[in-house]
């Protein structure tokens, strides 16, 4: 069953396997998509099942589930003035040197937007794969700081000297959504979205607008 691989890995680090929320007789794959656009390669019958945070111009053409949300906080060396910070402001990241996760990159067409404050102004943001590790080791180098959502960050505190700073005076969150096809769906691809939300209560809706949304 494909999905957006950073979205399906992402919800593997913190559900576990996603294999075996299913039939052991359903085959599990994750796919990458193009453009990491997981909706148009959904309604385009590359994927079954896409896991989703950010908005699509065509959202309203697929059937959502909403899963749950995380905060996205700031992760700078334990030494780091922005470590004795309560939060964090548009201000304090003017200046600041970012290292993010490619999918960031303000060069890819559509761009998708930082995970700042609106407004910021930072003085360099250096992207690179999608590979955790490598973003902490950077940040733990001294080499910038970055955004990554609390639960992923989290571990890297005590093993790398990190510490977790909110952004904004009210958390900074995004919400994680289930996305399928409109209509009926293949018993399946059923049997998986009724594995994958029964860990979690959220409402069905269709399109952004919906409840939840």
Partial sequence: MPRDERGARQVEHRFGDL????????????????????????LADLVDVALVTKPDLQMDRVSLTRLFEDEMVAVVPAGHP??????????????????????????RIP?????????????????MPVVT???VEMVAG???VTVLPNWVAAPYTTSHGLALVRIGARPLTRTWFCATRTGPQPPHVEAFVEELTSRLTAPRTTGPDGPGS
């Fill in 133 to 135: 590790d490598v973003v």
């Fill in 142 to 144: 001294g080499q910038g």
């Fill in 111 to 127: 761009s998708m937007p930082l995970p700042i404050p609106a407004g910021a102004r930072p003085a360099r943001i250096t992207t």
């Fill in 19 to 42: 294999g075996d929320l299913a039939d052991p007789d359903i085959d599990v794959r994750i796919e990458t998509v193009p453009d990491d656009a997981p909706v148009p390669a959904l």
């Fill in 82 to 107: 922005w470590a004795r910070r309560a939060h964090l402001t548009a201000r304090d990241f003017d200046g600041a040197d970012l290292v993010l996760y490619d999918f960031y990159d303000q060069k």
